[in-house]
């Protein structure tokens, strides 16, 4: 068990619909990672936020959004939901600002969009 | 593209062989990182090389960094049943990009 908690664990929805995936660090992790995992693209780098702030951008759609709260849960939002959406995605976090220490990944919520 | 690319993509070996996957990168780094994926599960950290060192062991794993070349190697020896899952590498750039990973099967 990672400490990383990512709820709901999977969904199925349908095109242009809007989905809320939730993550929880592990306790005393200040950093929220967010990356999709599909079999054509592979593990991507979404989005990174650092103690409620916006860290670092990766190839996060402009349908997509992301937040990190007070108590440094994250929300990953992703909106106008296409067939090609569908994928695993994972938060990971860690305890610094840096990328150069472990990061800790949850078990990921598996998104289908039919 | 990413950072990392791992090769070859996918490895099939007998239990108790060993299992050599190699992963390579375009930027400088200050450290790399590999870690296993078990299938639909979260990616678990193995083992962290920095960039002053060559070589690092834990365990049955053994990991080598060429800066030079910029290229590193995960070796799984005396592997088991249970080494059977994806590989990747990551590099510490700023969004800590992974690899498309290797698959290993390992075979009774």
Known sequence: DSGVTQTPKHLITATGQRVTLRCSP????????????????????LIQYYNGEERAKGNILERFSAQQFPDLHSELNL?????GDSALYFCASSRGSSNTGELFFGEGSRLTVL | SQQGEEDP?????QEGENAT????????????QWYRQNSGRG????????SNERE??????????DT???????????????????YFCATDDYKLSFGAGTTVTVRA
């Open chain 1, 26 to 45: 592990r306790s005393g992790d200040l950093s929220v990672y967010w990356y999709q995992q599909s079999l054509d693209q592979g593990l991507q780098f």
């Open chain 1, 79 to 83: 909106s106008s939901l296409e067939l």
């Open chain 2, 9 to 13: 993509q996918a490895l099939s070996i």
């Open chain 2, 21 to 32: 996957m190699n992963c390579s990168y375009k930027t400088s780094i200050n450290n790399l």
């Open chain 2, 43 to 50: 990616l678990v950290h193995l083992i962290l090389i920095r």
């Open chain 2, 56 to 65: 690092k062991h834990s365990g049955r794993l053994r990991v080598t960094l």
């Open chain 2, 68 to 86: 030079s070349k910029k290229s590193s190697s995960l070796l799984i020896t005396a592997s088991r049943a249970a080494d059977t899952a994806s």
